[in-house]
């Protein structure tokens, strides 16, 4: 700083960086127990990556389910996290998930404008030892932004490529069976109707959709309980050191857009910067596809830089890389939206769909495509580990792309051209021609749909065994029989769709206690510094166990975080673990 800069100096009882689910929720928490609270974002809007997520938190034991009719266990779910996580199982962690994730719900409820509904998601691995079809995934219910205020417009707005004109469909499945079926029944086209009729009017008054879901609906919930707890949100303001009173972390000096912010905090400092997904350098260490050289393109917020890691390293802390797989991985594709524009469009849906198969550039299948967009992502990464892309193509004839759309294009009646001549979507009037425009193997692509079409004229995926379990069926089509997830691959022109590799947000992250002080590699404490949300290490240990197994411990330890932080004071904050 400069002679001529100017300080304004901010003195709170905490300070937390990141206005994501982990920062807001653990600010709310700590400020309900009776500390003085202020968040800064580096971003000009608030929500991070929970903005663009489903919204989906994953909490054995929750009321919601329970109260929904759900069937579960305590000792069922720490039998499932116990075969999920494995050699990574944190005991001390999960049980403070598992003692904590009900009653932050009930907590969120009660004391706050947050609201869930329940779901019937089942566990990705729902025939996995302690796993369940239903009752373990809850999602936040959806919300009119106008209750924001002037604060409406700072929120983040949903991912471009995942809305229809702006307008966002809920993680619960429900709205897209309606925009599917359209065409075909007077609900779903009145339903659809209004839908849009609604939005327009919406577009026209306030230049967005007032009427947010999933993850955005998670968001501006958080934004409106913290806002009306009188914590300030400095959007904008960047975090660029941290304070110190010899080792104790005491506040930070940051950017914001009037000046320079010294913000002192007695409590100390919350990282929640929303991990690394965009930190070439960390991401060149941590991903083996990056490391050979290959493209990575997350949808997630690109403020997303490792901010926190980097803050907490300076400070004495450590960012471990060891989990086998460092981020929860999604296929992508990358989307021309004109004006040398691109998005990044994450495959959420169209895999699950009978006619829809993904090959790699030999023509082959090597996966079942119906699993989690995590499990594929990691079908993909070693089935390109000899290569310097890690690739896939969605491929599928005109019949499955008439009903179901592929990726970014969406189904009929909507047009495919537009798609076909940026290069988004290629397409052949046989197997060969769409190989020779892509590149894949002719004679690999040919011999693997005539394979896979044997048995799926019948429902069957004789390879892979796609539709074997309630997670495969759940975002199929329930209306395609006997195999809701297989159809054959038969009615030219075909259609294909290069897909690379992406990320939902990183898992590995600071090291932590698990009540969120960080740790010196020699695991004792730094005072007063905290991490929360995905600048922490996930207790899931790497994989990826359920929908919303991100965002539940996410807000579970923030809700343990906030009270820590509120039971502590400077004189009596701990040194060692």
Request: net charge neutral; glycine share 12%.
């Amino acid at each position: 700083m400069t002679p001529s800069q100017q300080e304004t100096l901010i003195r709170c009882d905490l300070l937390v960086v990141g206005a994501g689910a982990g920062g807001m929720s653990t600010a709310i928490v700590a400020s309900k127990h009776g500390l003085d609270v202020v968040i800064v974002e580096k971003a000009p809007v608030f929500g991070g990556t929970t903005a663009f997520s489903g919204g989906v938190l994953w909490i054995p034991g929750n009321r919601i389910s329970r109260e929904a009719g759900a069937q579960d266990s305590r000792s069922a779910a720490e039998t499932y996290l116990r075969h999920e996580i494995g050699q990574h199982y944190d005991a001390e962690a999960v049980q403070a998930f598992l003692d904590n994730g009900p009653d932050m719900v009930d907590f969120f409820t009660r004391e706050t404008s947050v609201r869930f509904v329940p779901t019937l998601y089942p566990d990705y691995h729902p025939t996995a030892p302690g796993g369940v079809d239903v009752g373990r995934s809850i999602l936040a219910a959806p919300f009119d932004i106008r209750a924001l205020g002037q604060d409406m417009a700072r929120l983040r707005p949903p991912l471009e490529t995942i809305t229809f004109m702006g307008m966002m469909f809920n993680s619960s499945n429900a709205d897209l069976k309606h925009f599917f079926r359209a065409t075909k029944s007077l609900t779903s086209f009145s339903y659809v109707a209004r839908r849009l009729a609604r939005h327009l009017l919406e577009l026209l008054r306030y230049r967005r959709g007032i009427q947010v879901t999933s993850g955005n609906a998670l968001a501006a919930r958080l934004a409106k309980s913290a806002l009306d707890q009188g914590i300030a949100i400095h959007t904008s303001t960047q975090v660029r050191e941290l304070l110190r009173d010899g080792e104790r972390i005491t506040g930070a000096l940051a950017d914001a857009p009037a000046g320079r912010l010294r913000i002192e905090a007695s409590r100390g400092v919350v990282l929640a910067c929303g991990g690394f997904p965009h930190d070439q350098e960390r991401l060149r260490q941590a991903f083996p596809h990056v490391r050979r050289g290959g493209t990575h393109l997350s949808p997630g917020p690109s403020d997303n830089t490792g901010d926190g890691g980097r803050l907490a390293e300076q400070a004495g802390g450590i960012v471990d890389i060891r989990f086998p797989a460092p981020a929860a991985w999604m296929p992508v594709s990358r989307v021309p939206l004109g004006g040398g524009r691109h998005g990044v469009f994450p495959h959420l849906l169209d895999r699950y769909k009978p006619g829809i198969i993904g090959v790699t550039r030999a023509g082959r299948r090597f996966t079942n495509e119906s699993e989690s967009y995590h499990d594929v992502g990691a079908a993909m990464i070693e089935a390109c580990s000899s290569a310097q892309e890690t690739e896939m193509w969605l491929v599928c004839d005109r019949t499955a792309i008439a009903r179901y759309g592929l990726g970014y294009a969406k189904p009929a009646p909507l047009p495919l051209g537009p798609h076909l001549r940026s290069g988004y979507l290629t397409s052949g009037k046989t197997l060969a021609e769409l190989a020779r425009n892509t590149g894949i193997d002719a004679a690999g692509l040919e011999a693997t749909v005539r394979e896979y079409n044997q048995g799926a004229v019948h429902g069957e995926d004789r390879q892979f065994g796609r539709g074997s379990t309630s997670f495969n069926r759940y975002l199929a089509d329930p209306e395609h029989q006997p195999n809701p997830c297989v159809a054959p691959i038969q009615d030219g022109p075909f259609y294909a769709l290069r897909v690379i590799m992406g990320d939902l947000g990183t898992f590995d992250g600071i090291r932590t206690a698990v009540t969120g002080e960080v740790l010196r590699p020699d695991n004792s404490i730094i005072p007063g510094l905290y991490a929360v949300g995905n600048d922490r290490a996930s207790v899931m240990g790497g994989t990826y166990p359920g929908a919303g197994i991100t965002l539940g411990p996410i807000l579970t330890f923030g809700y343990i975080t906030g009270r820590h932080i509120a039971r502590q004071t400077p004189s009596t904050a701990r040194s060692q673990p």
